[in-house]
């Protein structure tokens, strides 16, 4: 048996309808409006009472402050039940009327709506349709377009996008709010970074010594959108307000986005209640792209800009800057400009010729040492033993792999690469990096570890 508040078919003599108009009279309706504006109750097969609410903090709330209250209730009411439980269940429950006109009122006089839509303020470049999706990106991606598409109605409530510098976080909350604005999914959003907020906030405090005045600031707010919260580190007051409004915003539905440059739970001096709030919503990361998400990003960009641009010429720069999306667009600016002032096609030998010192640097840096000390990290051992005159298996194998490595991503001749590993043969070398080709195919533990440490060497700036 389900008993409805407040859906559209229910009927306004529905026992737990029955039920609020009581409670409401009860606590008042503020708190009513709060706590119970979205709740259901289902009588289940056990007999248990369950009373469903939008989320596991609703549920404990509610259990905790008025447990006793629904149990007197519903016993005066002469609703049957054996137990009574508190169950989070996701259902739309914007749909959810106001259960009587005097309560409708009531939230109107509370709440004043103050449609205030700040146009303009997104970066016009920022848009869904100019993100390119990729393998690392992609989850990051559905969730942020859900939650513009839908704000405060998906379980992606806070929404936390986090990841290495240049590779699109910005991009995509900018696309949320852009597009939340223009299709008209939220009425007034707000955008601003971490540090924005942490100065407004001090702003607030130092000259009208008053911090619910702050507050009023985003009471109608519809879609929160803060970027780089890694900055409120350390701030224990600001992180106290944030944590305020944030609340307060998540139990009225409010969508929240946040972005951070790395595990929200790796941010130094950060409350532990902001962090354990974020698990009641969607943490997703983005990765670096890979070659062929590089390729794609640089078509793209070409052909915002109608530039043409030759086929190698993408090759060529996805296949060298591979450390993130910002550089990789740096060097496309780069030839944008001096094809521009030259007159010059932008052909692979002018690519070659201006982006030589960007990869110059990192062929610098991925260095046969470098080169050694990761893959002796990756297998536990001390870089030394790679060049020392073991024999062991568990030093052999990953004296190999470094060698298979050196090959592959440095332009050391196998001599060079030899003596760098405790002054062996180039013939110990080159048979090395054949054999670890060779098995590579079909062992899948090592086949990881590669790809693993690949990932590293290609994210070097
Ligand atoms: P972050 O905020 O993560 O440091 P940004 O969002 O500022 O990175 O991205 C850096 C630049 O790279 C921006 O110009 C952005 O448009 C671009 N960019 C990043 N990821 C993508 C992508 N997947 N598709 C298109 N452009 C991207
Ligand atoms: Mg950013």
Known sequence: ???????????????????????????????????????????????TA???????????????????????????????????????????????????????EARTKEVPVVVEKKRGQFHPNYRYDTFVIGEGNRMAHAASLAVAEAPGKTSFNPLVIYGGTGLGKTHLLQAIGHYA????????????TSEEFTNQYINYVVHKKDSTS???????????LIDDIQFFSGKVGTQKEFFRIFN????????????????????????????????????????????????????????????????????FIAGHITSNVRELEGSLIKLIASSSFTGRDITLEVAQELCGDAIARKEERISVK???????????????????HTRKRDVTLPRSVAM????????QSLRSIGLEFGGRDYSTVLHSFRKIGAELENNVELKEKIIMLEGLIESVP
Request: aromatic fraction near 10%; charged fraction near 25%.
């Open 1 to 47: 048996m389900l008993i409805s508040s407040a859906t559209q078919n229910c009927s306004l003599s529905s026992p737990w309808h029955y039920c609020l108009q009581k409670i409401h009279d009860k606590i008042g309706a503020h708190s009513f409006e709060t706590w119970f504006r979205a709740t259901d109750l289902l009588i289940d097969g056990t007999g």
């Open 50 to 104: 369950q009373v469903q609410v939008p989320n596991r903090f609703f549920a404990d709330f509610i259990e905790e402050h008025f447990a006793d209250l629904i149990r007197e209730t519903l016993q005066n009411a002469e609703i049957e039940f054996a137990a009574l439980a508190f169950i989070p269940v996701q259902k739309d429950w914007k749909v959810i009327e106001p259960i009587s006109e005097e309560i409708a």
């Open 181 to 192: 604005q223009t299709e008209g999914t939220a009425d007034h959003v707000i955008y601003m």
């Open 214 to 224: 702050f507050y009023k600031k985003f009471r109608s707010v519809d879609l929160l």
């Open 248 to 315: 307060r915003l998540l139990l009225e539905n409010k969508q929240i986005v946040l972005s951070s440059d790395r595990q929200p739970e790796k941010i130094p001096d950060m409350m532990d209640h902001i962090i354990n709030r974020f698990m009641g919503g969607l943490i997703t990361d983005i990765q670096p792209p890979n070659l062929e998400t590089r390729m794609a990003i640089l078509r793209k960009k070409a052909e915002i800009d109608g530039l043409a641009l030759p086929e190698e010429v993408v090759q």
């Open 370 to 388: 470098y080169l050694q000390e990761i893959t002796a990290e990756a297998y536990g051992i001390s870089p030394n033993q790679l060049t020392a």
């Open 404 to 411: 298979y490595l050196c090959k592959k991503w440095t332009k």
